[in-house]
């Protein structure tokens, strides 16, 4: 018999209508298209506004839009997986509503937080309990919903993110195709680089620090970009190395959508062709959990049977890492 392995056999996304356009945001901030586009690559991207709508609307569309694409059946799946910061609400875990919502019924389901890095790690987790040989259908889904957690009127932050969502399903392969190796990293020394403040147990919410604006995200973006740079580019060359992988045994990288040109330094690195470089950093921003299958959605078209991918990502805590993925199968 042969080694099972996990690979990637569906895929769904979603983004919101609304399109929050770097013009639109020179009438918020003070900043403009140029400055924007030159530091990051951003253009616009999708923000969610409808009320009472929070991560699980995201999640759940890119879920149903697997389900359709694959025509599976949800109580078929074994497990849910939910890669997100940014949770309907705490202690009840998004990926239980989301599991039911979706009619998964039969599988068990829970949330990953590792900051941008979230569905990263979630690829090695839903590898794991597919090679287990206990599970054969493991719904990984990436879901943000940024526009919940940034000030509109803090220009270093609000001109980055967006929302969106995107799922990938995991099941069993006996052809040598799937996750092939990662390396996985994290270090607490970026706990105070990238964080929200309050809202947690050491600085519950108070009247106080809701007028401070704690419970919005804060980044030192240039220690963050200097950590990202050189963590996704070390780990992208070392898991190269290890796999005895050339540039030219590289069909596709994909790497978590946070700046241009940390996407452009881990690719130098690697001495990877910009043509083989997925990037929709321009029509998104950075979605964190979602920007991986975002990517593998947009892409679909363009990856092959056999193709061999390197994934990267970089996030708060810090967390970042790399995944060598053989991919299994032709659309259709």
Known sequence: MNKITAAITAIGSYVPDYVLSNQVLEQMVETNDEWITTRTGIKERRILKEEGQGTSFLAIKAAQNLIEKANIDPKEIDLVIMATATPDMPVASTGVYVATQIGATNAFAYDLQAACS???YGMSTASAYIQSGKYKKVLLIGADKMSSIIDYTDRATCIIFGDGGGAVLFEPNEEGLGL??????SDGVGREFLKIEAGGSILPPTEET?????????????????YAVSGMADVSEK???RNQLTHDDVNWLVAHQANKRIIDATANRMGVDESKVLVNIHRYGNTTSATLPLLLSDFEDQLKKGDNIIFAAFGGGFTWGAIYLKWAYNKK
């Open 210 to 226: 809701v007028k401070n604006k704690q419970h919005f995200v804060f980044q030192d973006g240039k220690t963050v970009f200097k």
């Open 180 to 185: 092939q190796d990662e390396i996985l990293r």
């Open 118 to 120: 979230s569905f990263l």
């Open 239 to 241: 898991i190269m190395e």
